[in-house]
């Protein structure tokens, strides 16, 4: 057993000397400080001297995965490794992966700014071994980094195993210097599991007693307030996970062909430790963004819950920032739906700091500054993160004051109906329309005297989030051998569709879910979705069957081809040898658009500037889609320069050539990769000529001339910063343009004009449709106010020898809802000295309309406003106006009769009341 100090050998080893250790005084627990930077760089060579191989962070947003949204842990990236589904291209690997645990199992949102040590966005650092070493190893490296390299205290440190791990528990006690007493037995808390199905196995964690060392031996085996119980004093650090079984559906395990190790430590609390932080808002991860909070709102940082506006802040700012910058922006569904909650549970703390503009994008630069140096993809991405937070950021206030304003007519009709509960579909419509978190509406019930059905808010999130797994590609469980019937073990289909478009293949698997047929082979020429290109469909048969292919799904390296039954009997005897052939035709399409995305993206960079990038693609038979980042929307000439650009690099008929090389040179060369991406060793670099050069893995034309012709269809804004055009070419492009040719045609006949003045003829008739309308408008205007004039305002009385009033219902036969505007103007001026309280039911939609006009010569003495307020008291409906006018919509046309009834009292009421006023003055 070593029991020396490694520490200055170790640096010695790996020339660590760059690094600084630094003592900070105020340190409780005696260690010397590294900054984040440093702990990430320590962590990484210490693993590397022992022959790991350094793997840089995957995307936060996870490839090929349905059951996560995001990255929640290092492990991800080589989940198909654990399953025997990918081959391992390294025995040992090391990294810091960014994560995110914002949803399903794994969600931390709720305790953010509560404690000091849970974050939506962190750091993970893991070292692995795919089938190399095990418990041993991997039990005395983290000993050792943690004891003799970070120097942390043994006394303060304890290690918890699986209660049947005897083996892990005996490395413990036989391979370091930990006391006996110091490793304690768990049940389910010490066995990992990645999901309902899948990798699983025990692990031993390592936790950090931050707490008083005269009490700990009184504390650290109590149920709640010592190790593995619900308190900030003993925190775990490191988690070593041994993986070597697989959770079958059924609930039971079978052992893995392969052991591995997954291990994860929380860099932020690591650092909290080394920097001897209170919590992890105090490390240099946070301070500067913390720091930067209090410089823009002048309101400083308490401790505790009083400073929770402040941490959630800047813990949301870090999870936007990388979000973003991996290119999941804002949006209504997915990943997408989640980062834009984030957003504005992030922008409502802002508010509460009274920011009533845009903020949180101003701390995107201080986030950068401090995370560059491990992340150098963020500072060219700035502007962009910046400008997406801004105008999310900038929709969502706008929304807020909607939702608040929606939120205050509730409480006042809950009120009056003496109810004290907002039911749980009211909670539900505020959180999915207007963005309100949970505690956002709990925190205005609360200041109400109300109380919320949450029971019944977390019923229609839990149907809001069946919908979204249920328009899911495919399940969880093709993750698993499980439910499979194997005829072959391979792991792998090899593609052969860019070469060829039938081929005879062999079954690997296959499974029966849903009416549909799942089918794996050896090989196959149909392309799986991937980068933006979807399936491919066709047919697979032989003797006995005929299947229809109608999507081809890739799960990890396996190509899985969704089927539906045409003939024949599934069986395994049946399914073991097939022809396979993909539509030629609807390939053949899907090669003219996916090509033609890429001669759009170069012609969008050459009209608009190199800032724009893909930030997503549709490539399907019939249409494409391409999403970028560009901050405005495109003008006409822009759109037909774009256009032009595409169809001249068609009919110059560029030869579209592809190579293999090592994904370095692809990149050294100028090949354009698509951000956030992971890729492979090895890539296909797609040219076509010097005018486009992009990796890319799809299947495209030979030559540019087979797209035969490209249109642009539209030009939108998808979320804040990015645009999506959509475009269609080759059969769907001639037939749309012979439409609108055939319509042109059509207008000539109709119009007796030829093509070149179309434009001037319709112009001309929209013109003079426009001096009709304009004709018949005022006709109207004056029918209208003939009728009131000469019916309705006779019907005023005078009050109390002092003003008129009128208060009456319109006839809808006579006026129509469009006049209701110019009604009421015509009243304030055929009553100087008079109100007049007009109602107005339409008799289409039935919607009931209240007017309210104070004549020029008692505006001194009423308020339209004020007499819309009380009214509105008695029949409850929203509007608005100036002080001689207002006009509002009634929530219930039953309230008709209430209105004519009892606004005259009202008035005299305001008018006794004003009077009453002044003569007390």
């Given amino acids: 057993?070593?029991?020396?100090?490694?520490?200055?050998?170790?640096?010695?080893?790996?020339?660590?000397?760059?690094?600084?250790?630094?003592?900070?005084?105020?340190?409780?627990?005696?260690?010397?400080?590294?900054?984040?930077?440093?702990?990430?760089?320590?962590?990484?060579?210490?693993?590397?001297?022992?022959?790991?191989?350094?793997?840089?962070?995957?995307?936060?947003?996870?490839?090929?995965?349905?059951?996560?949204?995001?990255?929640?842990?290092?492990?991800?990236?080589?989940?198909?490794?654990?399953?025997?589904?990918?081959?391992?291209?390294?025995?040992?690997?090391?990294?810091?992966?960014?994560?995110?645990?914002?949803?399903?199992?794994?969600?931390?949102?709720?305790?953010?700014?509560?404690?000091?040590?849970?974050?939506?966005?962190?750091?993970m650092l893991g070292s692995w071994s795919f089938g190399d070493y095990y418990k041993k190893e991997a039990i005395i490296w983290a000993w050792e980094l943690l004891t003799q390299v970070w120097n942390i205290p043994k006394e303060r440190l304890f290690v918890t195993v699986y209660k049947d791990d005897d083996e892990a528990h005996k490395i413990w006690q036989e391979y370091t210097d930990i006391k006996v007493d110091r490793i304690l037995r768990f049940d389910k808390d010490n066995f990992w599991e990645m999901g309902s199905v899948g990798p699983c196995g025990p692990c031993t964690e390592i936790h950090f007693d931050k707490g008083d060392l005269a009490t700990q031996e009184e504390t650290f085996q109590h149920k709640d307030l010592g190790v593995n119980g619900e308190n900030e004093r003993y925190v775990e650090i490191w988690n070593l996970v041994f993986i070597q079984f697989e959770r079958l559906q059924d609930g039971s395990i079978k052992p893995l062909s392969k052991k591995h190790v997954d291990t994860g430590a929380g860099l932020e609390r690591i650092c909290a430790i080394l920097q001897g932080s209170?919590?992890?808002?105090?490390?240099?991860?946070?301070?500067?963004?913390?720091?930067?909070?209090?410089?823009?709102?002048?309101?400083?940082?308490?401790?505790?819950?009083?400073?929770?506006?402040?941490?959630?802040?800047?813990?949301?700012?870090?999870?936007?920032?990388?979000?973003?910058?991996?290119?999941?922006?804002?949006?209504?569904?997915?990943?997408?739906?989640?980062?834009?909650?984030i957003l504005r549970r992030a922008s409502r703390y802002s508010h509460q700091l009274g920011q009533k503009n845009p903020f949180l994008y101003k701390l995107v630069s201080t986030v950068i500054s401090i995370m560059k140096e491990s992340y150098p993809e963020l500072p060219s991405r700035q502007n962009f993160i910046e400008e997406v937070i801004r105008s999310e950021e900038q929709r969502f206030l706008n929304t807020l004051d909607q939702g608040?304003?929606?939120?205050?007519?509730?409480?006042?009709?809950?009120?009056?109906?003496?109810?004290?509960?907002?039911?749980?579909?009211?909670?539900?419509?505020?959180?999915?329309?207007?963005?309100?978190?949970?505690?956002?509406?709990?925190?205005?019930?609360?200041?109400?005297?109300?109380?919320?059905?949450?029971?019944?808010?977390?019923?229609?999130?839990?149907?809001?989030?069946?919908?979204?797994?249920?328009?899911?590609?495919?399940?969880?469980?093709?993750?698993?051998?499980?439910?499979?019937?194997?005829?072959?073990?391979?792991?792998?289909?090899?593609?052969?569709?860019?070469?060829?478009?039938?081929?005879?293949?062999?079954?690997?698997?296959?499974k029966e879910e849903n009416d549909c047929v799942y089918i794996v082979f050896d090989s196959t020429p149909f392309y799986a979705e991937s980068g933006?290109?979807?399936?491919?469909?066709?047919?697979?048969?032989?003797?006995?069957?005929?299947?229809?292919?109608?999507?081809?799904?890739?799960?990890?390296?396996?190509?899985?081809?969704?089927?539906?039954?045409?003939?024949?009997?599934?069986?395994?005897?049946?399914?073991?040898?097939?022809?396979?052939?993909?539509?030629?035709?609807?390939?053949?399409?899907?090669?003219?658009?996916?090509?033609?995305?890429?001669?759009?993206?170069?012609?969008?960079?050459?009209?608009?500037g190199s800032h724009v990038n893909q930030q997503g693609s549709y490539v399907g038979y019939d249409r494409l889609r391409f999403d970028f980042t560009h901050h405005k929307g495109l003008s006409k000439d822009e759109l037909e320069q774009i256009e032009t650009t595409v169809n001249e690099k068609i009919q110059e008929n560029l030869p579209v050539k592809t190579d293999i090389l090592p994904l370095e040179q692809a990149k050294s060369s100028g090949a354009e990769a698509l951000f956030g991406e992971k890729y492979d060793d090895f890539v296909r670099v797609l040219s076509m000529e010097d005018f486009s050069h992009e990796l890319c893995g799809g299947t495209h034309v030979k030559a540019t001339g087979e797209i035969g012709v490209f249109q642009i269809l539209s030009e939108v804004s998808i979320a804040a910063g990015i645009r999506r055009v959509e475009a269609i070419t080759g059969n769907v492009a001639i037939k749309n343009i012979q439409k609108g040719t055939g319509v042109l045609e059509g207008l000539e006949e109709?119009?007796?004009?030829?093509?070149?003045?179309?434009?001037?003829?319709?112009?001309?008739?929209?013109?003079?449709?426009?001096?009709?309308?304009?004709?018949?408008?005022?006709?109207?205007?004056?029918?209208?106010?003939?009728?009131?004039?000469?019916?309705?305002?006779?019907?005023?009385?005078?009050?109390?020898?002092?003003?008129?009033?009128?208060?009456?219902?319109?006839?809808?036969?006579?006026?129509?809802?469009?006049?209701?505007?110019?009604?009421?103007?015509?009243?304030?001026?055929?009553?100087?000295?008079?109100?007049?309280?007009?109602?107005?039911?339409?008799?289409?939609?039935?919607?009931?309309?209240?007017?309210?006009?104070?004549?020029?010569?008692?505006?001194?003495?009423?308020?339209?406003?004020?007499?819309?307020?009380?009214?509105?008291?008695?029949?409850?409906?929203?509007?608005?106006?100036?002080?001689?006018?207002?006009?509002?919509?009634?929530?219930?046309?039953?309230?008709?009769?209430?209105?004519?009834?009892?606004?005259?009292?009202?008035?005299?009421?305001?008018?006794?009341?004003?009077?009453?006023?002044?003569?007390?003055?």
Avoid at 279 to 291: E, G, W
Avoid at 431 to 458: M, Q, R, V, W
Avoid at 861 to 882: C, H, T, Y
């Fill in 750 to 921: 109709i119009l007796k004009v030829n093509k070149d003045t179309i434009n001037k003829k319709v112009s001309e008739l929209k013109n003079q449709v426009k001096e009709q309308e304009k004709l018949i408008r005022q006709f109207e205007s004056e029918r209208v106010r003939s009728y009131i004039k000469n019916t309705v305002v006779s019907k005023k009385k005078n009050i109390r020898q002092s003003f008129d009033l009128l208060v009456t219902d319109l006839d809808s036969n006579i006026v129509d809802k469009k006049d209701l505007q110019g009604s009421l103007d015509t009243f304030r001026d055929l009553l100087p000295q008079g109100i007049a309280i007009i109602t107005h039911c339409d008799k289409e939609d039935k919607n009931l309309s209240l007017l309210i006009s104070v004549g020029r010569q008692i505006r001194s003495s009423f308020d339209a406003r004020v007499i819309l307020k009380q009214i509105l008291e008695i029949a409850p409906g929203r509007g608005g106006g100036k002080t001689d006018r207002v006009r509002a919509g009634i929530n219930s046309s039953r309230d008709i009769d209430v209105i004519i009834e009892k606004s005259e009292a009202i008035v005299e009421k305001i008018y006794l009341e004003k009077n009453s006023k002044q003569a007390d003055n």
């Fill in 404 to 510: 608040l304003q929606k939120m205050d007519r509730l409480v006042k009709t809950l009120e009056k109906k003496n109810e004290h509960m907002i039911k749980g579909e009211d909670v539900f419509l505020f959180h999915d329309t207007y963005g309100f978190p949970l505690d956002l509406t709990k925190i205005i019930a609360e200041e109400n005297n109300l109380t919320i059905d949450e029971i019944s808010f977390k019923k229609h999130m839990k149907e809001q989030q069946d919908r979204a797994r249920k328009s899911a590609k495919f399940s969880s469980s093709f993750l698993s051998e499980e439910s499979w019937v194997i005829l072959d073990p391979s792991r792998e289909t090899c593609f052969l569709g860019y070469d060829s478009l039938d081929a005879q293949v062999k079954t690997t698997r296959f």
């Fill in 278 to 341: 209170e919590t992890n808002y105090q490390t240099d991860l946070f301070a500067p963004i913390i720091d930067k909070i209090t410089e823009l709102t002048q309101i400083q940082h308490k401790k505790g819950l009083d400073g929770m506006a402040h941490c959630v802040i800047a813990d949301h700012v870090r999870t936007l920032t990388f979000a973003i910058c991996d290119s999941i922006t804002p949006g209504n569904e997915g990943r997408g739906y989640v980062i834009r909650r």
């Fill in 1 to 123: 057993m070593v029991t020396c100090n490694l520490r200055h050998i170790y640096l010695d080893i790996v020339q660590w000397s760059s690094f600084e250790m630094k003592k900070q005084d105020h340190n409780p627990y005696g260690i010397s400080s590294l900054t984040g930077q440093e702990v990430r760089e320590s962590f990484r060579k210490f693993f590397a001297n022992k022959l790991h191989k350094f793997v840089p962070s995957s995307n936060i947003a996870p490839k090929d995965d349905p059951s996560i949204l995001f990255t929640n842990a290092g492990m991800n990236q080589f989940k198909g490794i654990f399953l025997g589904e990918s081959k391992e291209e390294h025995k040992r690997a090391v990294n810091w992966q960014k994560c995110l645990r914002v949803s399903g199992k794994h969600n931390d949102l709720d305790d953010v700014g509560r404690d000091g040590t849970h974050h939506t966005f962190f750091e």
């Fill in 532 to 608: 933006g290109q979807i399936g491919d469909i066709g047919y697979v048969q032989n003797q006995n069957l005929k299947l229809k292919v109608k999507d081809t799904i890739k799960v990890l390296d396996l190509h899985v081809h969704k089927c539906t039954l045409i003939d024949g009997l599934v069986s395994k005897d049946n399914l073991s040898q097939f022809t396979a052939q993909v539509d030629v035709g609807a390939r053949h399409a899907i090669m003219k658009n996916h090509s033609a995305t890429h001669l759009l993206h170069a012609a969008l960079k050459k009209a608009l």
